[in-house]
Structure formats: structure tokens, C-alpha cells
């Protein structure tokens, strides 16, 4: 089994900043990817940023050069560095993981239980 945990969401004004960060952790081989989805209050979930093995990066069109996801691979974590705030940010954000488990060539998908921002004055 494999867990995912978030920290970091909670109440940022406009134009401030949050750090979210999720840590893998349990029987993972390796991680091909992490990344991050939000769902915001009557819209569907939606990809925010996400980091595969190789270091590469893909950005929603809405969030480039306000956010930045980087990886720690020494400790399963993935951050996502919110810069720039904005009230349309306002959701719950999952972190994902694709892992490959030890005695196992398939990829697994994992979700972590979601962390609320809300960005409001």
C-alpha cells in the first residue's frame, strides 16, 4: 500500500502565498509522476501542475508563472509553490502520485485525501 499526505492548504489573501507539499510514502519501486489537481466549488477536478521522473514539467495554462511544482525524490515529496493568488484559485488540491510497487511492473494510481486553499480577503 501506498499513502499520500498533504500539507500546507488554509485561507491566503489575494495576491499571497502558499506551499503545498505531499509525501509518498509505503511500498513504492518507483514514482513516474506526481503532481497536483484542484477542484474548485461546481467545477470538475482539474490538473494544476505535475512532475514526472525525468525532471519535466506540464503547467495548466491558468496557473503558469504563478505556480511551481519541484520534487524532492530523496524524500517521495512533491511541493507545489503558490505564488500570486488569485480568488479563482480557491479550491481543493489532491495530490497524485503514479508509482510502480516493489514485485510489480504496473503503474498504480494514488490520490491523497485533498487540502482546502481558499483565497479571499
Known amino acids: 500500500q501506498v499513502q499520500l499526505v498533504e500539507s500546507g492548504g488554509g485561507l491566503v489573501q489575494p495576491g499571497g502565498s502558499l506551499r503545498l507539499s505531499c509525501a509518498a510514502s509505503?511500498?513504492?519501486?518507483?514514482?513516474?509522476?506526481m503532481g497536483w489537481y484542484r477542484q474548485g466549488p461546481g467545477k470538475e477536478r482539474e490538473l494544476v501542475a505535475a512532475?514526472?521522473?525525468?525532471?519535466?514539467?506540464n503547467y495548466a495554462d491558468s496557473v503558469k508563472g504563478r505556480i511551481t511544482i519541484f520534487r524532492d525524490n530523496a524524500k517521495n515529496t512533491v511541493y507545489l509553490q503558490m505564488n500570486s493568488l488569485k480568488p479563482e484559485d480557491t479550491a481543493v488540491y489532491y495530490c497524485n502520485a503514479r508509482i510502480i510497487e516493489p514485485g510489480t511492473l504496473l503503474e498504480a494510481n494514488y490520490w491523497g485525501q485533498g487540502t482546502q486553499v481558499t483565497v479571499s480577503s
Open positions: 509505503g511500498r513504492i519501486f518507483r514514482i513516474n509522476a
Open positions: 512532475i514526472i521522473s525525468g525532471g519535466n514539467t
